[in-house]
């Protein structure tokens, strides 16, 4: 019995989503290093700061606490630049969710189509929510993007589901201020002009 049945069309941006989910959720290691790091050269380069180096230090440790995901963006241009070359779109998916697993269709009605072998809700490693998209992730090199959008008001039963079938928890990624501001200009651009 189907219990959700949902379509995703990839576009840039949830490409770039799903990079930044895979990095939080499987770069931890990274994350620390890279954040120890930059506290290191930010305090060595402001004791010394009246130095050349100690200002190149600074910013250097300024540069690795803001450019967190530089890697998982250069990963998402990549594909994004390989998918505009091939000429044949952005991909899209046919998510069918029931008791036993996730059937999988990509290019759903489409001359290419291809179903894939169900995943069973035991094999989900790692689960994740931002503004837009949940995210579940049977391999830490990738994973299946679900628009909040299609689940509408089942979006609070859908995670419930997904939780208890999986035994997994939803990990959710805070926004910054400057990702919450760049999200409300791209929602007030594509609303329809009022006259």
């Known amino acids: 019995m189907d219990r959700y ?11 770039i989503a799903l990079s930044h989910m895979q990095y939080d959720l499987f770069c931890t290691r990274n994350f620390i290093a890279r954040s120890l790091l930059s506290l290191v050269a930010i305090a060595v380069g402001a004791v010394y700061f009246s130095r050349f180096w100690g200002i190149a230090l600074v910013a250097y440790g300024a540069y690795l606490m803001t450019s967190t995901y530089s890697a ?40 290419d189509e291809e179903k894939l072998t169900p995943v069973g809700y035991g094999e989900i490693l790692k689960l ?8 579940l992730f049977p391999t830490p090199n990738g994973g299946y993007c679900i628009p909040k959008t299609k689940l509408g ?14 035994g997994k928890k939803f990990y959710r990624r805070r926004p910054s201020p400057l990702q919450r501001i760049r999200d409300w200009l791209r929602e007030r651009n594509s609303e329809p002009e009022h006259l």
């Open 128 to 135: 994740g929510e931002d503004l837009n998209f949940l995210y």
């Open 5 to 15: 049945d949902i379509t995703m069309e990839h576009n840039e941006d949830s490409l």
């Open 72 to 111: 998982s963006n250069h990963t998402a241009k990549k594909l994004t630049e390989a998918i505009k070359a091939s000429g044949k779109g952005f991909p899209s998916s046919r998510y069918r969710f029931t008791d036993k697993g996730i059937e999988i269709t990509f290019h759903p009605g489409k001359e």
């Open 153 to 166: 008001e089942k979006q609070k039963d859908f995670v419930k589901f997904v939780e208890w079938k999986t």
